[in-house]
């Protein structure tokens, strides 16, 4: 009994909590699902950072050492680091679906799975810069731009570097933030609150396995099948559901939370969280440019060589 108050409380999350709050939180989830300790998402970092690396050196490696597929160094490390780029984004996307469909009350809900899965993908956004990297230095080797003692003098290898930083700038750009910007403010400024929001986010990785499948089938040059034309529609599909309207969704959600309609939502949150949103749809929408403007030369008739949809974003 709390003498002060008079109210019977509990504690719970280092402070003590009245009846009315312990029932609002035990009906909102957040007794059931406490935060990991700070050990425990140390070691999630740590197991982010061996897994991602070690997935992907195991498939090059049995890329290129299986009886039936024996597949050249370069071809190894493309089909590789896609397939790392579909675990990473199958994973981060049932950890959305799961969190955000827990969450009832979109503010205040928690769930352990929003900070745990935050923690094990931030190592996959550093490693996947150099994956790329690797991708984009093996295809510069095959089109015959320096020989093999080229391509280990220094400038050279800058060269290549150059050559990857300008053709893969925005995307190295939007890992860099992901890591440098959008962990921490997720791990501290949020302060437990917006795990729904969280949970949708992670769910914009749901294109993720369309884009790598695109990029494969292309490295094989198929892209005159069927295969190739269904992936094509079903990222078109993924990527403008899953990314570009996800932000109206999101300003919609809270509009119906806060009693608002849709358009008066951005007068009625703070600007810094209006430009956040601003910024991360910029390259969606960038994207969503190329998805479409390359679905267009795809299933245009036959005449014209039909180039990649799939020149955006995996």
């Known amino acids: 009994m709390d003498g002060s108050h008079g109210t019977l409380s509990y504690w719970s999350e280092g402070g003590l909590l009245s009846v009315r709050d312990a ?3 035990c009906s909102h ?34 890329l290129q050492n299986h009886s039936t597929l024996r597949m050249q160094r370069p071809e190894a490390v493309l089909v590789a680091s896609k397939l790392v780029s579909s675990v990473q984004a199958v ?6 679906y799961i969190v955000s469909t827990s969450c009832k009350h ?15 993908a931030v190592p996959y956004f550093i490693y996947d810069i150099y994956a ?20 280990k ?12 930083l300008h053709k893969e700038f925005l995307m190295v750009l939007h890992h860099a933030v992901m890591v440098l910007v959008c962990f921490p403010l997720s791990v501290v400024w949020r302060q437990g609150k917006g795990d729904f929001f969280l949970g949708c986010l992670l769910m914009a990785e749901v294109s993720t396995p369309f884009v790598c499948l695109g990029k494969i089938l292309i490295q094989y040059k198929q892209q005159h099948t069927l295969l190739h034309k269904v992936n094509g529609a079903l990222m078109l599909l993924s990527f403008l559901c899953c990314r570009v309207l996800l932000f109206p969704y999101l300003y919609w959600a809270y509009g119906r939370h806060a009693g608002l309609p849709l358009f008066a939502v951005p007068l009625a949150i703070p600007a810094h969280v209006n430009l956040g949103a601003a910024l991360l749809l910029a390259p969606q929408l960038y994207w969503f440019f190329l998805i479409c403007r390359g679905a267009c030369r795809l299933f245009r008739p036959r005449g014209t060589p039909p180039p990649s949809p799939c020149q955006t974003k995996d």
Not at 37 to 53: E, I, W
């Open 132 to 151: 790329m990297f690797l991708c984009h230095w093996h295809k510069h080797q095959v089109k015959g731009h320096g020989d093999e003692a080229g391509a």
């Open 29 to 62: 989830g957040h007794l059931f699902s406490p935060s990991l300790p700070q050990r425990g998402m140390t070691l999630l970092f740590v197991l982010g950072c061996v897994f991602f690396p070690l997935s992907f050196t195991v498939l090059c490696w049995g």
């Open 106 to 120: 979109i503010i205040d809900d928690q769930h352990w799975l929003s900070s745990a899965y935050t923690q094990f």
């Open 23 to 25: 029932v609002r939180r």
């Open 153 to 164: 003098a220094p400038g050279s290898t800058w060269a290549v570097a150059r050559g990857y």
């Open 91 to 96: 994973m981060a996307s049932t950890a959305g």
